[in-house]
């Protein structure tokens, strides 16, 4: 429809045409959901499209955003991308997922797309808290006014918008869970090799912490994430004697621990288990009774808000699009995980 179509939706709706441009566009202004659904009633009568691509030229904005994660199967960064563009297309923008595969130099490339004009701005989880080349990355961009927010981790001191869940506290409260059923050895199980992110970092201190007050001995281990992860893994579990309980930095090993700890020899049915983040149980692994029944009732599991996580995100890098930039406006959201 020409542009005299959004002066005639303007004008039924009683709204200036700078208003009813920006809500037909999907930009965050501040109006009545009346009003607002008022303009979209009567452009959906109309059949009116907005032109995007106009608008985009006009602004010098391609409306697209760049989700960079260090991969994408299944669990929480699936469930993450799903949010984001979920909640990118009602506010107007188009999303471009980029998978790290947890490599750093794959992540830089990536980072680069900041410079083609392409997209607008930038969502990523960074893989590793102090890795020299992209952290260089990271302030190059900010010194140069992109917009981009760190979702689930962050980079040490590199300011900058991030939206993450309360790390620290929930590996605080599962540990002192543990603490309060009468466990005392409680062994902090984590990935070792590779970039380690903020989020590890942060786990590890809560559970150091939590066990310190306690007056208890901590028994922090670390595996290595490769093919060969279930042979290693069990080799750490039978270099030591059995634990009361287990916390596992991330559920997504989950599956890994609980025929590892079958291989060790562990009485795995006496121990108590602990993660962050729901886990899916292959379909062999289901028809194991011996395994499945090492998480009957003995299995504690705190669900990060990834929904209001990607929301928040989301709006936190669209406002830098679409406004100024300023370095004392970065926020630091922390969202409150649940227990499951």
Known sequence: ????????????????????????????????????????????????????????LKLKRTNTIAIIVPFTPIGYFSELIY??????????????????????????????????????????????????????TYLKMGTEGFPFVFVDRQVHEVPADIVSSDHERIAMRLTQ?????GCRDILFLHKE???????????SSGYAQAMHVAGLTQNNRGFVFEESMESNLAQVLSSI????????????????????????????????????????????????????????????????????IATIALDRLIKQIEGARNERSFQFVEVTSQLL
């Open 177 to 181: 869970n543990l603490i309060d059923k």
């Open 83 to 136: 949010h984001m563009e979920s909640h990118a297309m009602s506010r107007g923008y188009n999303t471009l997922v980029l998978n790290t595969f947890g490599n750093c130099a794959k992540e830089r490339k990536a980072l680069e797309l900041y410079k083609s004009n392409m997209i607008d701005g930038i969502i990523v989880a960074p893989l590793d808290a102090k890795e020299p080349q992209n952290h260089a």
């Open 193 to 203: 090799n590779g970039p380690i992110s903020s989020t590890t970092i942060l786990r």
């Open 1 to 56: 429809m020409a542009k005299s179509g959004l002066k005639q939706i303007a004008l039924e709706a009683q709204v200036s045409l700078t208003l009813a441009s920006q809500v037909l566009n999907g930009r965050d202004v501040r109006v009545s959901e009346q009003t607002k659904q008022r303009i979209l009633d009567i452009a959906a009568k109309q059949q009116y499209v907005p032109n995007r691509l106009a608008s985009g």
């Open 241 to 308: 004697p059995q634990p009361d309980a287990v916390f596992l930095h991330s559920g997504y090993y989950m599956p890994h621990l609980l025929q590892c700890c079958h291989k060790a020899g562990y009485k795995a049915e006496r121990m108590q288990f602990t993660t962050v983040d729901g886990f899916n149980l292959p379909h062999d692994f289901l028809q194991r009774r011996e395994l499945l029944a090492q998480i009957n009732g003995n299995c504690e599991v705190i669900i990060q808000n990834v929904k209001e």
